[in-house]
């Protein structure tokens, strides 16, 4: 017997919820690192008229003084606060099967609401929809992890990323609606083309750059340090030139010992080293740049930067109506979201030579 196009729409039977409920959208995998950081820090955010604000403290704006006696001291109205407008973003993704396709497959569809599928035609649709859907879960993360990562500024809208809220040029542009020309407080720290020559220089710049990022603020430490291939390879070596090794050999050891030159882990400050596939990626995609993906690095912090998906619009799945004139089935996932930063002094941008 055929089915129906609401047992189509609804999924048809248990498999198809199991894999729905079993494969969400939003497990990123590690080879999308930035992705999955994110999404793990995620905040469920309501954007008024369009615009969630972050409150941007930017001074004290103390009135401190010394006196003595019967001396008079003055008070001032405070004025410490700013506000950093973001937008929301969204995104969509979807297949669909018509009437032609699903007969050539063996899967006969109607309009009879008391139609049963056979076992064959069971089979073949929930084979059909989940190559569908696993191929819109891959390739929908795909291509977000690539938006989060660039400016946003070869897509009106698409979100600026990580290209911009950490930019390698901090005192140009407008981020959050703040004009970074005309704030040095609202820059990210940038140490781009660091020479990698003497042994322990790049180290020793990485120890400058985050102790900046800690000078300002009370977030506390990095928490993600995202690189590209190069960056990750230069930092290894760098640190092999300034560190030794020791091989321990078992009480119970007998005849020869097994070398393994290999690291198990990079690691700065205790926050793990993360190579980034999609740094490489982007370099092939987007050709010669001044700072090429590879040889950059990221000192991110998650209270800082953060992704706010809009409150009941995440990753949600449609299954559109069939249109009058077609017999076509529709089947996607759309995502409404922003990425937002809050402090930019508490990030930082590298890149090795």
Partial sequence: MPLTP??????????????????????FTSERPLAKWLTEKKIESVFGNGIFNEKVRFTNDSNYQNYSGDDQ????????????????????????????ELANNGIILTDDKSAQMTDAEKIQIVNLLDEGWTTLKD??????????????????????GLDALV????????????DAANAPWWRNFASMGIATGAAGALISALETLWRQTITYGK????????????????????ALKVMGRQINLGQSST????????????AFKGVPIVWDPTFDALDEELGPITYPWKKRGYFLNSKAVRLRPVKGRWMIRRTPPRVYDRYTYYFGQTADYGLTCRKRNSNAVFSIA
């Fill in 255 to 266: 005849g020869g010992v097994t070398l393994d030159p290999s690291t198990k882990a990079l």
């Fill in 73 to 100: 001291v003055s008070y001032n109205k405070k004025d410490t606060v700013r506000l950093a407008p973001y937008q929301h973003y969204e995104a969509h993704d979807g297949f669909s099967l018509n009437e032609t």
């Fill in 219 to 238: 977030l506390g430490n990095p928490d993600f340090i995202p690189v590209g291939s190069d960056m990750y390879d230069a930092i290894q070596a760098d």
């Fill in 167 to 178: 930019s390698t040029t901090p005192n140009v542009g407008v981020i959050g609606g703040i």
């Fill in 139 to 160: 390739g929908f993360q795909e291509n977000w992890d690539r938006e989060m990562h660039l400016d946003g500024s070869a897509n009106a809208k698409a979100a600026p």
């Fill in 6 to 27: 609401a047992q189509l729409a609804s999924g048809a039977n248990y498999q198809m919820q199991s894999y729905a409920t079993d494969a969400p959208i939003d497990q």
